[in-house]
């Protein structure tokens, strides 16, 4: 049940207001670039919700036009926000992996060597997003675990379903997949789709586990998330968030918590110490390869 002390306001339609004077200018702008630094790496929309949460800003279409996209771009253009601090993980280049020669490529694979944590684990576990902005988010933890991120990029295909299906089909322990997706009347349907179609995709044999994570009418309250109308009026919903709305911080914690109820903490340690010794079998066959060419 929602917390009733906590009521939470949703996003004010553009309203004109006073030009901020020069010390209003510098007080946003201090303003901004701490909780870039604070909260980095981050997407453009979670600076807004983290501005409008600390009051530093109006809560308006208007304040994240002109403010955020356009204050903030000004701000990295003149080094004051470093560039890397906000992301945007909805472009990205494609290209296949190459390498200078046969050294290259071993050296490269000594670095970067990892044995597949889930092999020996008794669950294999799966995190599904909405948007790609919030995969850029959550890869800091699915990366760390060796954990596959899915972004849906909205609804889903049925050929997307169907080939997560036929993935979790091949598994031989139970499947625990995870979902965070907006509150609105849309992000909810994409979750019942998914694990309507993957129950429908899947052996009757397979064990599937489903569960939305973020955002929960519950955790409105309990995050203090700011909220928006919903843009359908006949929705159902009387206010709407973005995942965007929640901290990097929040998202991680939740998505850590996702995954390591489902970990052997002492078969990973003995992986972790397999997969060091094959890396350093990796490293004396790059010094014997060095050695042979003097």
Known sequence: MK???????????????????????????DGLSALAERHNPLTIR????????????????????NVVVRLVGLMREEGTIPFEWIIDNTRWMRKPNTHHGLESMLVHTQRTYRRSIWDDQQAYVEIWCESDSIAGILYDVTE?????????????????????????ADKSVPCFVYYFGDYDKAGMDISRRIETDIRRYLPQRSEF??????????????????????????????????????????????CRGCIEQHIDFEL?????????????????????????DE
């Open 3 to 29: 917390d009733q002390s906590y009521t939470p306001t949703p996003i004010k339609p553009t309203k004109k207001r006073n030009r901020r004077t020069k010390s209003e200018m510098i007080r946003l702008r």
């Open 46 to 65: 979670q600076l807004f919700y983290r501005a409008v949460a600390t009051s530093l800003i109006d809560k308006t279409q208007k304040e994240y036009d």
């Open 144 to 168: 760390e675990f060796d954990v596959p991120l899915m972004p849906t990029g909205g609804q889903p295909s049925k050929s997307f379903l169907w080939a997560g299906a036929q993935n979790l």
């Open 209 to 254: 586990h489903f569960a939305r994570v973020a955002i929960n009418e519950d955790q409105i309250a309990q995050f203090k998330l700011p909220t928006r109308p919903p843009k359908d009026k006949k929705s159902g919903f009387t206010e709407t968030v973005e995942l965007e709305a929640m901290t990097t911080e929040d998202l991680h914690a939740i």
């Open 268 to 292: 990973l340690a003995r992986l972790k110490e397999t997969e060091a010794m094959e890396r350093e079998t990796l490293a004396t066959i790059i010094s014997r390869l060095e050695y042979a």
